[in-house]
């Protein structure tokens, strides 16, 4: 049967030229390879990202507990801000009065942080790096 043969038949014949296997194997592994790399980047990207907002999550948990935990003589309001002290005694306190509000009445160790509490009653802190690099 003349349709089986690896050559043409006949002088007018279509050239059958033999495919190299490696060769083509070959591209199709590097394109493989190069389509998963950047698969694999873009999800290592993605981790990173939810990484960092995971970090942020629970540093905003641990300080919104830091927070419930300070002395306070009010009930706070949502998206009002509110000042953070530490005492002399080393515990802390959620104030009304910002700490250029004092004067020279500032009783406290030191200023720690303006906290904004958040609709999820978790805060939106700004430390006082002064405080956080002693």
């Not at 009010?74 to 009304?96: A, C």
Request: with cysteine; aromatic share 10%; glycine share 6%.
């Amino acid at each position: 049967n003349p349709g089986l043969l690896p050559y043409a038949h006949t002088a007018g014949g279509a050239v059958i030229r033999p495919e190299d296997m490696g060769k083509i194997k070959g591209r199709s592994v590097l394109a493989m390879r190069q389509q998963t790399d950047r698969q694999m980047s873009q999800l290592y990207e993605q981790m990173e990202v939810l990484a960092r907002q995971a970090k942020l999550l629970t540093q905003r948990k641990e300080m919104s507990e830091r927070i419930y935990d300070a002395a306070m003589g009010f009930e706070p309001i949502i998206n009002e801000t509110y000042y953070m002290y530490e005492k002399d005694t080393g515990t802390d306190l959620l104030s009304l009065v910002a700490p250029n509000e004092w004067g020279r009445s500032f009783k406290y160790s030191r200023f720690l942080a303006k906290c904004l509490l958040l609709a999820d009653h978790t805060w939106d802190v700004e430390y006082n790096e002064d405080a956080y690099n002693d």
